[in-house]
């Protein structure tokens, strides 16, 4: 090949490998323009997220009612608070008692009341909650082990020995019938954790709107900031009468409780209203120094349902005074005005079911994962952003701008095919100058050999 030709193919050579640099660095740039602008596009998203997922939240507490304005604006009042008729009024009893509430539990007419949103210890009639929140939650045939801290518990105990499992149906019986305290524990570590089982008690009296509800311990020992009011023992009454499996625990009068193998108890039920006063069908008692005595007491005659809730009352009066209120509630029920009503509880929308399998629903803080084959019943939840491994846009392998996402297979595809293309520009401008440079030799010897 002639200098002249040798400079031509090296230029072509050259100018074919800077297309190919050129056209990799474009496509470099182009990836990396497309990176930059996905992120953008992402952080925009969450920071709108972000900002709507706070103004919903600002948006809930801004509509969820004072504590105060539950039930209606008289039962704001400290003081008695009754509406009695303008004849035949019969009094409301003197009874040595902070708060009290009677309500209808079918219509959920407050009759009267006194302080009922005051803050109180609840002492034992806290279990009520406890009772109602884990009863739907809980297998009663599964076997709990029972932890070194239920076995520890004092007083009022049923004398759990550490390591041996109970069957959660016996532990029902214990917490309601004897007020058992370990019990009260046993079954909240049943949900998977102490702190779980607490978080769903508080839960449960949220979706109840008992905003004056902060539960610390399952069984109403004194805790700093745990506190009721009678108002909200009465909403939590209210949903316990509508639970079957509640009332069947609580209206027993008495339950045999086997300890270890051979060693059994007897439990009677502590509530002498169902055996001393017509109509009892439930309730239950409490008591601890600062909390003095407190009562639920459930009564129905003649059709008509009532509720009485009873917090820091003089000790041994609660059931007396309990049964007083009761009686006069019987007497004066459709007479007396109405003072406020006992709300419903708030509705709650299930997650739409997943074709593919999802974690449990997130828990809160100190919550542990429920085990495969644990006692408590839980349905699979969904993610906040529909199923698992799915972008924002809710739909597979799509990127936030609603295109496919292109993955690093696919860009490095890209490339090798750019370099391919620059490659064979490169091979054919070669061949083509060394065919080129092959005729000008055969001319070049055809024109010496003519000549």
Partial sequence: MKPGARKLVAALTGMAALAAMASLAASSAATARAATT?????TARAATTARAATTVRA???????????????QLAGTGTIVQYPSHGALRLPRVPASAYIVADATTGQVLAARDPHGLFPPASTLKVLTAITLIPMLNPNAMVPTSRQAASVQPNDVGLVKGREYEVSALFKALLLISANDAAVSLAQAT??????????????????AY?????QPNGLPAAGQHVSAYDEALIARQALSMPAFMKYDSLLAARFQRKRRKWVTLVNQNTLLTDYRGGIGGKI???????????????????TLIVAILHCAPLKEITSGERLLNWGFAMDGKVSPVGILVPPLRTVADPPSRTPTPAPSRPAGA???????????????????????????????????QPAPSLASKARRISGDLAVSAGVVAVAVIGLGGLARSRRRSSDDRRRRG
């Fill in 212 to 216: 004056d509800v902060v539960a610390k």
């Fill in 59 to 73: 948006s809930q507490y801004a509509q969820q009612p004072s504590p105060l304005d539950v039930g209606g604006s």
């Fill in 192 to 209: 998977g954790s102490f702190d779980r089982g607490i978080a769903l008690m508080n839960a449960e009296a949220h979706r109840l709107q």
């Fill in 286 to 304: 409490g008591w601890t120094t600062k909390a003095k005595a407190t009562y639920i007491g459930l009564a129905r005659r003649g059709g008509v």
């Fill in 368 to 402: 542990a994962t429920v085990r495969p084959g644990h006692p408590l019943t839980s349905r699979p939840g969904s993610s906040h952003a529909g199923r698992p491994g799915h972008s924002l846009t809710g739909r597979p392998g799509r990127s936030l701008a609603g």
């Fill in 38 to 42: 996905a992120r953008a596009v992402a």
